[in-house]
């Protein structure tokens, strides 16, 4: 009976904190598009978002790019790039007076490239 009891309850725990991830990660994923938004969830929104995309890039493209020997370095390299090259992006478009979202620079391009690249390192053929 207590066995029954403790599955019972560990069963209510795993949902609710289930639940409690599932929220958060919407609230993650409408964070970057929030006026302003919360700079904490919108990183994790950006994340998700990287993740989600690297995940749908297997769907294309299955096989990594880069030899077995430089796929580290790729993990470490190709995120650095793009959050520089979203930097510059971010400066292009604030000097022509167009709209600059947080992707647009350094911090949250790299952490986009780099979950997308994680999922992409971890998951590829």
Known sequence: MLE???????EIILQTLGEALVELGFHSLAEPFRKPPNPWL???????FGAMLGGLSLLIFPAHFVSEGWRIGNLILTPVV???LMSAMGYWRARRGQAVLRIDGFAYGYLFALTF?????????
């Open 82 to 84: 793009v959050g520089m």
């Open 117 to 125: 690249a994680l999922v992409r390192f971890w998951f590829a053929a």
């Open 4 to 10: 029954l009891l403790f599955e019972i309850l560990a």
């Open 42 to 48: 919108a990183a994790i929104g950006y994340g998700l």
